[in-house]
Each structure stands twice: as C-alpha cells, then as structure tokens.
C-alpha cells in the first residue's frame, strides 16, 4: 500500500526563522511528488516534483526531491506569519490519478 | 489550470440527514475526484468519478452511504446520506490535470459539521 509519512507533524517557529519540512514515501512505480499549503479548506498548490536533485522554487520556498532515498523537503526561509498552514505533501504513481497524502505538518509562525 | 467552484461553502446539519455537494468545474475534465477531511486529519479518497459510468469507491467508503452522481465532463455532486457526528469533516472536490505540467487543483471545500 503507498504510503506518505511526514515530519514533524507539528512545528512553531518565530518570524525570519528557516524552516525545513520533510516527506519520506512509499509507492509502487512512482511518478511524482507534490506540495500543498493549506490555511483554511481548500489545498493551494506549491511544486511537483518528479526528478532527483533539481530544485523547485518559488519566492522564499523550495522543494527537492531524492528518489534514492525516497524522501523530499520543502524549505522555508525568512519566514513570515502569513506562511503559518499546514503543508501536505501528496504522491502519484504511474499510470494513475490519484494522490496518497501525508499527515501533514502545520506550521505556526509567531511574530 | 482549471476553476472549481464547489458549494456549499458550509452547513450545519441534523443527525439523520442528507446533504448533497456540487462541484462545477470550468472546463472538461475525465475524472474528478472526491476527498474526506476529518478534523486534524489529511485528506482521504472517497471516490472517482468517471462521466457515463459508476463512481469507483476506495476501500472504507460505500456508494449507499457516499452516492455520487457525474451527468457531464463538467459536473459532479457527492451527497453524504444519514449523516452522523462522525461525517463532520471538510470534503473537497478536485480534478487533475496531467501533462507536463500535472497537479491536483481542488474546490473551495465544504466544511460539514453534523449535530
């Protein structure tokens, strides 16, 4: 069974701290790995990520992806509290549509 | 990128009831996909909803408890039937679009809270 873990689950930090998320996974023919905030109902889009080594990044965060170890994570840097959600990370096998998610870590940034 | 417009956006509904979600999307989409949010819990799978067939349901989900209906490649409702406390969650709909540039875009979401 495909499985996303995530850690830590829960995380508080204070304003300009960097953070660094980590999702490790488990899925049979793997195609890609996928990135979401959430602050209120809806999941937001981040990165998707399918190839080792080559870095995503969009603003103060970025994501990279290690398909040996079978892990990634999603960086934060200067953090602000308007960056304060949970951050889900989701997989894809091959051949299919749909998403195994992770637990997800909620970040709290206090100013 | 597609547009999802799901409603409604909340409700409060009693023990016993039934509650139907719609999810419109902006553009033709083969699957939508609909998704469970417990409260401090991730996003579950309930179902897939293919245009012209049944709904294919992931295992813990029932199509009795779970009905879904797909009339068209734009448009899809997922109704919770005899609800109890334990339905409270956040439901999302979403489609995904693959390609070279895939993702998984989702609606607004419902927040469902059962008395």
């Known amino acids: 069974e495909d499985k996303v873990v995530q850690s830590p689950l829960s995380l508080v930090v204070h304003e300009g701290d960097t953070v660094t998320l980590n999702c490790s996974y488990e899925?049979?023919?793997?195609?890609?790995l996928l990135w979401y905030k959430q602050e209120k109902k809806a999941p937001t889009f981040l990165f998707m990520l399918?190839?080792?080594?080559i870095e995503k990044k969009s603003g103060r965060l970025s994501s990279i992806l290690d398909k040996k170890e079978l892990f990634s994570i999603l960086n934060i840097t200067a953090t602000q509290t308007g960056d304060s959600a949970v951050y889900l990370c989701?997989?894809?096998?091959?051949?299919?549509?749909?998403?195994?998610f992770g637990q997800g870590t909620r970040l709290t940034i206090n100013p | 990128s597609a547009v999802i417009s799901q409603k409604p956006s909340r409700d409060i509904c009693q023990r016993g009831t039934s509650l139907t979600i719609q999810c419109q999307v902006d553009s033709q989409v083969t699957m939508m996909f609909w998704y469970r949010q417990q409260p401090g819990q991730s996003l579950t799978l309930i179902a897939t909803a293919n245009q012209g067939s049944e709904a294919t349901y992931e295992s813990g989900f029932v199509i009795d408890k779970f009905p879904i209906s797909r009339p068209n490649l734009t448009f899809s409702t997922l109704t919770v039937s005899n609800m109890s406390p334990e339905d409270s969650s956040i439901y999302l709909c979403?489609?995904?679009?693959?390609?070279?540039?895939?993702?998984?875009?989702f609606g607004s979401g419902t927040q469902l809270s059962v008395l």
């Open positions: 989701a997989v894809v096998a091959q051949g299919a549509q749909k998403l195994v």
């Open positions: 899925v049979t023919n793997f195609r890609s």
């Open positions: 979403s489609v995904y679009t693959g390609g070279t540039n895939e993702k998984l875009f």
């Open positions: 399918t190839s080792s080594g």
